[in-house]
């Protein structure tokens, strides 16, 4: 039984996941700090691909494209989303990713003596990686490759080249562990798809109008031009996530009873992205994880590889000790002590709509380690 101290943690804590990744806001470049954390962490990857490649040229792309479905640069998103957000917010991500860009090559350097950086490409949507490694690799899951950039560099002697895939967050907060995967559907559990399907219907069935616009852009204006069923639409979402988290929660730990340990500590290494690249495997390219947090003492960077975790490999190695619940809309990861029974949470799984202004977006979720 938990004590009231430690579920009201877990539900304080569920509270600001949702929150966090639910109830995104929209910029407000009339205030300091009406950037929304999406376009932090856009502007993160756009700023720290510049200042890796000396601050005055943007990166080259493969295929970026918006919100809104149309391609931009590099240049083109970072100049628009600039201007969605007050200076003073822009000029410190800015500052952030320069730090950022200036720790990743000095970590560059040291682990690749002789090599210095010829050019960086932002690798954003499916497909890229492959256009940089030549190997084949998903968003997410098994397979994946979830750089946010690719970095080139060359020898300063003898020429050779290397590629190398950097994941990039960052955060406001001194809790360097922020996200670590961004998952679809297919990790949602075997209920999912038929939980959302039914969740779509019935507000199709609420709203007729809504249910004949076949295009995001029309559904958002929709919902901005129809506030109250709008806010309806989002508590709805809210219990479906909740629900969503309950049944995903129950059919893990469900495996973890039957013995079916491995499918478990499968899913844990795709929630956590502990494991190596494909572009790795097959000695095309390096991978690292970087994230900017910040602390009393200002801004810090941390440079890591999940799947070379040491905490997280002793608890997937020892699978029987592993419970899963859920609390709102995170399913939750524990490793009980085999000594004293206690539970301590590892790793988490927050389920989310890939759009909370689409009233009828798709389900995803993001994982962390905690």
């Known amino acids: 039984m938990k004590t009231f101290l430690e579920y009201f943690r877990i539900v304080n804590e569920s509270k600001i996941i949702f929150e966090e990744l639910l109830f995104e806001a929209a910029d407000d470049a009339s205030k300091v700090g009406g950037a929304s954390n999406n376009t932090r962490g856009t502007l993160h990857e756009l700023l720290v691909g510049r200042h890796l490649q000396g601050g005055k040229k943007h990166m080259e792309n493969h295929h970026l494209i918006n919100d809104e479905g149309e391609r931009e640069t590099p240049e083109v998103a970072h100049n628009r989303l600039k201007s969605q957000i007050h200076p003073k917010d822009y000029e410190e991500i800015n500052r952030k990713a320069k730090s950022a860009a200036d720790h990743i090559r000095a970590k560059l350097e040291k682990d690749h003596p002789g090599h210095v950086i010829s050019h960086v490409h932002h690798t954003s949507k499916s497909g890229d990686t492959e256009k940089e490694t030549g190997v084949k690799a998903s968003q997410s899951g098994e397979n994946s490759d979830s750089s946010d950039i690719y970095i080139t560099t060359k020898h300063k002697k003898t020429g050779e080249i290397k590629k190398h895939g950097v994941s990039l ?138 799947a070379e975790n040491p905490d997280h490999e002793s608890h997937l190695k020892n699978p029987q000790n592993i419970h899963v619940s859920s609390s709102g809309s995170a399913v939750n990861f524990y490793h009980r002590d085999p000594k004293t029974g206690k539970l301590k949470k590892f790793a988490s799984q927050a389920h989310k709509f890939e759009s909370q202004s689409d009233p009828l977006s798709t389900l995803k979720s993001a994982g962390r380690a905690t």
Not at 223 to 248: D, F, G
Not at 274 to 294: D, G, L, N, S, V
């Open 169 to 306: 967050k960052i955060t406001k907060t001194a809790n360097k562990k922020v996200p670590s995967s961004s998952l679809g559907m297919a990790s949602s559990g075997l209920s999912a798809r038929k939980m959302h399907k039914a969740h779509q219907d019935e507000i199709k069935a609420d709203h007729p109008k809504l249910a004949k616009l076949t295009n995001k852009k029309d559904r958002k204006e929709w919902a901005q031009n129809n506030p109250k069923k709008a806010e309806a639409i989002k508590q709805k979402n809210k219990e479906l996530l909740s629900s969503v988290a309950a049944a995903h929660a129950k059919e893990l730990q469900a495996h973890i009873n039957s013995g079916n340990h491995a499918h478990v500590v499968d899913h844990i290494r795709t929630v956590l992205a502990a494991r190596h690249t494909p572009a790795e495997i097959a000695r095309k390219a390096t991978f690292m994880k970087h994230t900017t947090y910040q602390t009393s003492a200002g801004t810090q960077h941390g440079a890591s590889h999940p």
